[in-house]
């Protein structure tokens, strides 16, 4: 069989990639063009023109370029849709797409949503509605993310003890992905509590939401592991610079490092290095590093397989809500000025809501 897909929020031409607009749509759109039984039918943009252009891009039919999603869902009754809008709509355009009855999977861009109430809403109505909800964390597919999976899991490093990792813009944007690289290395595990702190003193938006300047995080999971962070927006010597690696797994025989830094600027260090028994570090071998347009088509191959032979994607909203947990759960913890206990029982964005208040006041830039 094959699947008929559409997308909603195209982007303009991605050749000037950003913080204001990556296209994503557009890497997307690669991802089904290079998945065997996906036929990429129709797109939909509040933007016509940006709409017009990704269409004239992928050949597809004029009377399937829309403005408005929802007259395309009914028009299109497209089997799978990629929702690549900002993070302040992912939720109700979600939801929509799954309420209407016409969908069988979705792939959604990260950050799940920007409220709690809204990410666990969009796992409870697929699951409701029996449709293939995932969120696209593609670092997962990393071959350097993949070995440092499988290095841990034959023993090399004896048991995980501590999982950790810096983010350079934002535990929301950022950190999703790299909360979710955590649990993915500690089997999906739920979080136990949550102990945050964040600085936001000049506005960090990105994709439209905010994102605090800095964090730093400290979080147990349900089996013991520990887990801590930190995000820094402000370019090199924050609090994540301190720890000179992108994601680091600490286990009771040694220490792997995917992305480790160096402190000296002309030190080019492997994506992938082990350490054990207090012994040097090795470089391991890997086919590519952390970053990577493909590692999209492969989570959509993955999706699409899982969607055929009724499995359930690693990519899945559940895996998705645990990550997102965490992320709030630091942001209430700031607020609240105390340890959050897990399951999070908060609704809103904590951050937002800091804001509103006049809790917190960053300067809009621009002296
Ligand atoms: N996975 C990653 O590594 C990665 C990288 C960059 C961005 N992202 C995420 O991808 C998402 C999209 O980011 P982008 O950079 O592609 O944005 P973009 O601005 O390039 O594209 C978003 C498009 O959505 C459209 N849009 C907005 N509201 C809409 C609506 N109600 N209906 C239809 N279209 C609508 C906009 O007009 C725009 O064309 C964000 O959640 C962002 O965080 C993920």
């Not at 506005?203 to 013991?224: P, R, S």
Request: proline content about 4%; charged content about 25%; some cysteine.
């Amino acid at each position: 069989m094959t699947y008929t897909v559409a997308v909603i929020g195209t982007g303009a031409e991605p050749e000037d990639p950003g913080r204001d607009g990556y296209a994503m749509a557009y890497h997307h759109a690669a991802g089904y063009e290079n998945t065997d039984g996906c036929d990429l039918v129709a797109c939909a943009d509040i933007i016509f023109k940006n709409a017009q252009a990704f269409a004239e891009a992928f050949g597809l039919d004029d009377d399937n370029v829309f403005e408005d999603y929802e007259a395309m869902l009914q028009a299109i009754e497209p089997d799978i849709v990629s929702i690549c809008v900002p993070p302040a709509v992912h939720d109700d355009i979600t939801i929509d797409c799954i309420r209407s009855g016409v969908v069988e999977a979705i792939h959604c861009e990260k950050p799940m949503a920007d409220t709690y109430g809204g990410a666990k809403l969009m796992t409870q109505e697929a699951d409701r509605y029996g449709v293939q909800l995932t969120f696209n964390h593609q670092r997962r597919f990393s071959d350097a993310v993949r070995t440092a999976k499988k290095l841990l899991d034959g023993g090399e490093i004896g048991d995980l003890q501590r999982v950790e990792f810096s983010a350079p813009v934002g535990i929301f944007d950022y950190g999703s992905h790299s909360f979710d690289l955590c649990n993915y290395f500690n089997d999906e595990t739920p979080g136990k509590w949550v102990l945050g702190q964040i600085d936001y003193s000049t506005e960090n938006i990105l994709f439209g939401t905010h994102n605090e300047n800095q964090a730093i995080v400290h979080w147990k999971y349900e089996n013991g592991v520990h887990g801590i962070a930190a995000s820094d927006s402000s370019g090199t010597g924050g609090p994540a610079s301190a720890f000179a690696c992108h994601n680091r797994l600490i286990g009771t025989k040694g220490v792997i490092e995917v992305g480790p830094q160096s402190d000296d600027e002309n030190e080019v260090l492997p994506p992938l290095r082990i350490r054990q028994d207090g012994g040097d570090w090795a470089s391991v071998e890997t086919e590519d590093g952390l970053h990577g347009w493909e590692f999209i088509d492969r989570a959509i191959a993955e999706n699409v397989r899982c969607l055929r032979e009724d499995e359930t994607p690693e990519l899945c909203a559940e895996n998705a809500l645990n990550a997102t947990e965490l992320i709030f759960a630091t942001w209430e913890s700031s607020r609240c000025r105390g340890r959050v206990d897990l399951p999070l029982t908060i609704e809103d964005n904590p951050l937002r809501a800091m804001l509103d208040s006049g809790a917190l006041t960053p300067s809009t830039g621009g002296d």
